[in-house]
């Protein structure tokens, strides 16, 4: 089947540590998306990209990182420079003019 | 930058009841769509509305696109318990075309449905 697999379910992160959280589509879509969702806040939307090798910040790309190397994988560090990391990541992915479809989250807490 | 607004942030129903969520916005945008979060998972695609005016159901739930396009709103007919969840407004505005289909969201109304 295809859709958008993010991996893992539950991370946990150490003070001062970098973690990666993986996100992988096989539906051949060109644009990908990570977002932070905190309680009553929405989607914030962290980096996106329209096409390998390129992505855009969002609005709070601050003490994160991506990288675009593959057209199905989109991977978000979230870096120590991050100092409020807890939330529920997700990422999602488009065509052209066709609306977002998500993964089923990366839920990030501190130790 | 634009938002869209939803409210009330919480709402509850008994179940059969209809309920009425609306999205609105300050400025005008080209595509609306409606999302469903379960807990603990991703946001779960309902409708998708890309002209002003549209009014597109799907089951018990139907949803239109404002005619000034700064808004929308979604109904759900009657309701079960599976119903709950949070109800995601997300627009997408004028001046992101091509692979770019970067949108705006609202916060989100959980709703409640009781049995």
């Known amino acids: 089947d295809g859709g958008i697999t993010q991996s893992p379910k539950y991370l946990f992160r150490k003070e001062g540590q970098n973690v990666t959280l993986s996100c992988e589509q096989n539906?051949?879509?060109?644009?990908m998306y990570w977002y932070r969702q905190d309680p009553g806040q929405g989607l914030r939307l962290i980096y996106y990209?329209?096409?390998?090798?390129?992505?855009q910040k969002g609005d709070i790309a601050e003490g994160y990182s991506v990288s675009r190397e593959k057209k199905e994988s989109f991977p978000l560090t979230v870096t120590s420079a991050q100092k409020n990391p807890t939330a529920f990541y997700l990422c999602?992915?488009?065509?052209?003019?066709?609306?977002?479809?998500f993964g089923d989250g990366t839920r990030l807490s501190i130790l | 930058g634009q938002q869209l607004n939803q409210s009330p942030q919480s709402m509850f129903i008994q179940e059969g009841e209809d309920v009425s969520m609306n999205c609105t916005s300050s400025?005008?945008?080209?595509?609306w769509l409606w999302y469903k979060q379960d807990p603990g998972e991703g946001p779960v695609l309902l409708i998708a509305?890309?002209?002003?005016?549209e009014l597109t159901s799907n089951g018990r739930l139907t949803a239109q696109f404002g005619i000034t396009r700064k808004d929308s709103f979604l109904n759900i007919s009657a309701s079960i318990p599976s119903d709950v969840g949070i109800y995601f407004c997300?627009?997408?505005?004028?001046?992101?075309?091509?692979?770019?289909?970067?949108?705006?969201f609202g916060k989100g109304i959980t709703l409640s449905v009781r049995p």
């Open positions: 999602a992915s488009s065509i052209e003019y066709q609306p977002q479809h």
């Open positions: 509305l890309y002209k002003a005016g």
């Open positions: 400025s005008i945008f080209n595509t």
């Open positions: 539906l051949n879509h060109d644009a």
């Open positions: 997300a627009g997408r505005p004028p001046n992101y075309t091509g692979a770019n289909s970067k949108l705006t």
């Open positions: 990209s329209q096409i390998v090798n390129d992505f």
